[in-house]
Nanobody, 125 residues
Framework: VQLQASGGGLVQAGDSLRVSCAAS????????MGWFRQAPGKEREFVAA????????YYADSVKGRFTVSRDNTKNTVYLQMNNLKAEDTGVYYC???????????????????WGQGTQVTVSS
């Protein structure tokens, strides 16, 4: 599986932005998709995920109510809609996928087998 993230950019605090992740492969609907981010000097952290099959969503507390993850299985694409962006949302956003992830690892980067190249999101305050 190859993942290609896109849609990052420079925005102001309070703005919205949508990043996308296009995946190759024919079994996209059976794949758990996750979004992570990494700020300079910090570890990669979980942002959001959509579980395979039932598409249940999971979010980090810091983005709940502001970010929404969705997927379009016909386009093999997962989206992260980010509203009311804050300066602390700045970082490189990575999409990741796994077909064998167990639910208890959904927020753990090590649970994901495939990673995209990342897209930079910068929020100015």
């Amino acid at each position: 599986v190859q993942l290609q993230a896109s849609g990052g950019g420079l925005v102001q605090a309070g703005d919205s932005l949508r990043v996308s992740c296009a995946a190759s492969g024919r079994t996209f609907s059976d794949t758990t998709m996750g979004w992570f981010r990494q700020a300079p000097g910090k570890e990669r952290e979980f942002v959001a995920a959509m579980w395979r099959g039932n598409s249940r969503t999971y979010y980090a507390d810091s983005v709940k109510g502001r970010f929404t993850v969705s997927r379009d299985n016909t386009k093999n694409t997962v989206y992260l809609q980010m509203n009311n962006l804050k300066a602390e949302d700045t970082g490189v956003y990575y999409c990741a996928s796994s077909r064998s992830l167990i639910l208890s690892n959904i927020m753990n980067p090590s649970g994901y087998a495939n990673w995209g190249q990342g897209t930079q999101v910068t929020v100015s305050s």
